[in-house]
C-alpha cells in the first residue's frame, strides 16, 4: 500500500508494526516509557543548510548549456502534458 510522501512533524513517530505499536502504548499507559520530545536542529547546520540550497539553482544553471536547458524543458514540458495512466 502507498502511503504517499512522508511528512515532517513534531509528533513522536509511532513504529508501523502492530506489536510494537502495543507494546509502546502499553507501556506509555503504565508509565514506564515517556514520549521523546521533538528534536531540536542546530541552527548552525539549518543555516548551512539554507546557504548550499539557495546558491544551489544557480550555480547548476550557470554550468549548463543552452542546448541542455532545453532539453531538460523540453523533457519537463513533455512529462507534465502526459496522459495519466489509468
Not at 506489536?19 to 515517556?34: H, I, M, P
Not at 554550468?63 to 502526459?82: G, V
Amino acid at each position: 500500500m502507498f502511503r504517499g510522501m512522508p511528512t515532517r512533524t513534531s509528533k513522536p513517530v509511532r513504529p508501523r508494526d502492530p506489536n510494537q505499536r502495543a507494546r509502546l502504548t502499553v507501556a506509555l499507559a503504565t508509565g514506564s516509557a515517556t514520549e521523546e520530545p521533538p528534536r531540536k536542529k542546530n541552527p548552525a547546520a539549518v543555516a548551512l543548510g539554507r546557504l548550499g540550497g539557495a546558491k544551489g539553482g544557480e550555480a547548476r544553471a550557470k554550468s549548463l548549456t543552452a542546448e541542455r536547458r532545453a532539453e531538460i524543458a523540453k523533457k519537463a514540458a513533455q512529462s507534465r502534458w502526459k496522459k495519466p495512466s489509468r
